[in-house]
Each structure stands twice: as C-alpha cells, then as structure tokens.
C-alpha cells in the first residue's frame, strides 16, 4: 500500500462535487520558521482557503496549483510526495479535519520531547524517517529493524517513503504506529493514524 496515494484518493472522495478542488493552491518556502524538533528540511508551506499548513522537506518546491492536479498522478518522487503531504495538510485544515498544522514554539520543544517518552514508556521504537535518538528520550532503545520494535513512530520524512504504507499495513495490527509533528497531519487524519503534536499550532 501507498499511503500519500491512498491518502489522495480518500480526499479525493471526501471532496467528490464540492467544487473545492478547482481551487488554487499555493506552495511556498518560509525560512522563518523553525522546525519541529523531529522533522529536518526547509519549511514549504501550503496555502489553500485562508489556511496555511506546513511540511519539512529537503526537496521543497515553489508553485501555484490545485488540489484536483494531484489526483490520478503518480506521485513517485520525493518532490511530488512531499507537495502532495503538503496540500492533504492544508486540505484537511480546511474541511476542519485537522489542527495543529505548524510546528510547536522552540520553548515548547522539551516539553514535548518530555511527553513523547513517557508516550513511548520503555518500548523498543523503530524511526521511520531520520530522526535522532536522542529526541526520543535519554536511554531510548532504537531498532534496528521494524519486527525488533513495539512501536513504529513516523515523521514526515518517514510517511513519503516509498516502504512507508507497507510498513503501516503489516504492523498496525501488531504494534503502536505514532505519526510525529505537523507534517504527518493530513495523512494522519485521511488514514486515522495516531499523531503525536500536543503543542503544535
């Protein structure tokens, strides 16, 4: 399973004769913000109806389209994914699906870092996209592979990765699946996926 291709035809029904996708979007890159703190990359944001969403990536892009451009397309670069998370962010922001579409204040970042240890308690995490151990908490153990873990947790980087859908599909039943911060929060909500972003704005 694909889960940005899956994700986009699950909006893609949602938005089925509302006329909302012949609306324009915006892509943009803001280097003012500052990241999550489990996500890397330049800050593209999506503007679409008066909302404003986010995404991290190292591939960020600068363009004007529409929601309905993405559906039926392939998707198969980190380039179109990433855009692609970052119109189902604002999308969902918009139809009122989602929040906490941008990342936490720096003053919240070890708070957050915090409750997501205590969310983890001692399992045995596998990180879908880089993120460094150390954010996870002092002491965390990370594995090395998906059938060593108790939980998958899955940051934006991590939810376009090709393997990513597949991963979801053949440990959800087994194990805690966590999407992380901003960027995870259209996927999260088209998929009913667990996110983890408390303070997020």
Do not use: W
Not at 51 to 80: C, N, S, Y
Not at 146 to 160: F, L, M, Y
Not at 165 to 185: E, F, M, N, R, V
């Amino acid at each position: 399973m694909d889960i940005v291709m899956d994700a986009v035809s699950k909006l893609k029904k949602v938005l089925h004769f509302s006329g909302c996708e012949e609306g324009p979007v915006v892509l943009q890159v803001n280097p003012d913000i500052v990241p999550c703190r489990f996500e890397k990359g330049a800050c593209m944001e999506a503007c679409f109806g008066g909302r404003t969403a986010e995404f991290m990536t190292f591939d960020p892009i600068h363009a004007t389209t529409k929601l309905e451009f993405m559906f039926g397309v392939p998707l198969d670069t980190p380039v179109t994914r990433g855009a692609a998370c970052a119109i189902l962010n604002v999308a969902t922001a918009f139809l009122c699906m989602s929040r906490n579409l941008r990342a936490c204040p720096p003053a919240c970042h070890d708070p957050c870092r915090q409750d997501l240890a205590k969310r983890l308690g001692g399992g045995r995490v596998f990180c879908a996209g880089a993120i460094p151990p150390v954010e996870l908490g002092s002491g965390r153990y990370v594995a090395e592979d998906p059938e060593s873990a108790d939980i998958i947790v899955i940051n934006g980087e991590g939810s376009i990765e090709p393997g990513t859908g597949d991963l979801i599909q053949k440990y959800g039943d087994s194990k805690k699946i966590l999407l992380l911060g901003p960027s995870t929060a259209g996927i999260a909500n088209l998929e009913k996926i667990e996110r983890f972003c408390p303070y997020g704005t």
